[in-house]
């Protein structure tokens, strides 16, 4: 089945570490997305990538970093600089800029 | 600057009591106009499209509207497993926008419905 897969689920930050989400599609799409999600705010754009080896800051990039090496994958580093790291991780990726975007089931990352 | 308000925040309904959850928007230049349901822990399942204003688009008991500055997810005799926080994003023509699929969502309306 085709899709977005997003691992692990659950992952926990000591202080001063950095951890990595992994974000992996199967859809062949070109763009793919890292949003974060908090209660009762809507879903707010940390980093975006349309091409492989090309990515750009959203709304929210600082403490954070990506890489995209390849189109299949986009992981996201949450930095020891991210003084506020709790909260859902989602992903998603898209075919073109007005089609629809497909979420992976996100990675809920808290504090140690 | 684009925005996107949902309302309400919260809706309780009886199974089989038909609503309408509303998505108001500004936005330069719509390019579409996307509705996501979330059931908790999960990631947002998409529903529909809206490109230009007249559009409406039904799947089962869900039907979405398209106006110039709001659309609505109108939801028919709904049952309990409708239950759900309902999205709604835009994405505009400003540049960093149009050619990069960025989408700006609102804060979600969660519906709850009794049998």
């Known amino acids: 089945d085709g899709g977005i897969t997003q691992s692990p689920k659950y992952l926990f930050r000591k202080e001063g570490q950095n951890v990595t989400l992994s974000c992996e599609q199967n859809?062949?799409?070109?763009?793919m997305y890292w949003y974060r999600q908090d209660p009762g705010q809507g879903l707010r754009l940390i980093y975006y990538s349309q091409i492989v080896n090309d990515f750009q800051k959203g709304d929210i990039a600082e403490g954070y970093s990506v890489s995209r090496e390849k189109k299949e994958s986009f992981p996201l580093t949450v930095t020891s600089a991210q003084k506020n790291p709790t909260a859902f991780y989602l992903c998603a990726s898209s075919d073109y800029s007005n089609q629809p975007q497909h979420f992976g089931d996100g990675t809920r990352l808290s504090i140690l | 600057e684009d925005q996107v308000t949902q309302s309400p925040e919260a809706l309780r309904l009886q199974e089989g009591e038909s609503s309408s959850l509303n998505c108001s928007y500004t936005v330069s230049g719509l390019r579409g106009l996307f509705w996501y349901r979330q059931d908790p822990g999960k990631g947002p399942e998409f529903l529909f499209t809206l490109y230009s204003a007249g559009e409406e688009k039904e799947k089962e008991r869900l039907k979405a509207t398209l106006t110039k500055k709001e659309s609505f997810l109108h939801i028919t005799a709904p049952k309990p497993e409708d239950s759900a926080t309902y999205l709604c994003?835009?994405?505009?023509?400003?540049?960093?926008?149009?050619?990069?699929?960025?989408?700006?969502f609102g804060q979600g309306t969660t519906l709850q419905v009794k049998p």
């Open positions: 859809l062949n799409h070109d763009a």
């Open positions: 994003a835009v994405q505009g023509s400003t540049p960093g926008s149009s050619n990069t699929g960025k989408l700006i």
